[in-house]
């Protein structure tokens, strides 16, 4: 009998390209994501992080290859039904509901709709008491005393605190975050960092992308690096960060910006 165990991976992205038009934002990607780990992706801006988020997240139709859930395809289901499947988000831009306050915006992550965000009325009916799982998700990010407050009220970073809230009240099985940290101080970040980790050790899957190496160093099991849609480079965060291709890719376009 064989001792060895191969698990199954929570994602596998298979070769998958995403053009738009001449653009190939998303060229040739192959990845598998793995049960219990923090994976992350750095890459300068334009290299394609986002849009494979939103590939996928299926928000953005594949040009090519093949997505698997847990070893199933799924390119068929729809961006609305991918919290059934147990995927959530954040996005790179805040995208609360303005008229809801924090604690419904939260609600709706334990809905599982977040997916139906922008379909939702704006009057929705509030309940009269939070669900246990918002409760939850509040106190782990820090929001308890915010709940009645609107979006409006927030800044930036509270803001994308309550983004953080939404996705995991939806408890799913894997975990996409683009750019959460982005507006938050060190000390912000670094109660994320020790969130993300503390989720990953009960076991959850996630995916973040970020451009400050530290928290990636500092948060990340296994890191995937982007230029030009392409994967230049994979590995420990330690590895990756020094790769030359990676150090020549973020030099070659601060070179381009400078000039
Ligand atoms: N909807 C779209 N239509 C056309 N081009 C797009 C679209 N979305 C992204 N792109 C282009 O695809 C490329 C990759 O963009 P993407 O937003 O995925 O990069 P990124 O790595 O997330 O960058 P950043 O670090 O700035 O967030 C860029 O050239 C961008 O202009
Ligand atoms: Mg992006």
């Known amino acids: 009998m064989s001792t060895t165990t191969v698990s199954t991976p929570v994602l596998e992205a298979r070769d998958v390209s995403v ?21 992350g992706i750095i890459g300068p801006n334009g290299s394609g992080k986002s849009t494979l988020i939103g590939a996928i997240t299926r928000l953005t139709p594949l040009t090519h290859g093949e997505l698997l859930f847990a070893g199933e395809p799924y390119q068929g289901t729809r961006a609305s039904a991918m919290a059934g499947l147990g995927v959530a988000r954040t996005f790179q831009t805040v995208r609360l509901l303005p008229d809801l306050n924090v ?32 409760a939850e998700a509040i106190r782990r990010t820090g929001l308890d005393g915010w709940e009645d407050y609107f979006p409006s009220e927030l800044s930036y ?6 983004e953080i809230a939404r996705a995991i009240a939806m408890d799913p099985r894997l975990l996409l ?30 995916l973040l992308v970020e451009h400050d190496v530290q928290m990636m160093l500092d948060t990340c099991d296994y890191v995937f690096a982007m230029n ?6 994979e590995g420990t965060p330690a590895a990756v960060v ?5 150090q020549e890719a973020y030099l070659g376009r601060k070179g381009r910006h400078n000039a």
């Open 19 to 39: 053009h738009f038009g001449g653009i190939k934002a998303v060229e040739g990607v192959t990845l598998r994501l793995e049960p219990g780990l923090i994976h």
């Open 103 to 134: 604690r419904d915006n939260i609600q709706l992550g334990a809905d599982a709709r977040l997916g139906e965000v922008e379909q939702l009325p704006w009057h929705r009916r509030l309940r009269p008491t939070e669900s246990p799982a918002v």
């Open 157 to 162: 970073g509270t803001q994308r605190r309550v």
């Open 177 to 206: 975050l683009d750019e959460p940290t982005a507006g938050m101080n060190q000390s912000e970040r670094a109660e994320i960092s020790r969130l993300l980790r503390d989720l990953r050790d009960e076991g959850l899957c996630q």
């Open 228 to 233: 030009f849609g392409k994967l230049i480079a």
């Open 242 to 246: 020094q790769d030359p291709l990676v």
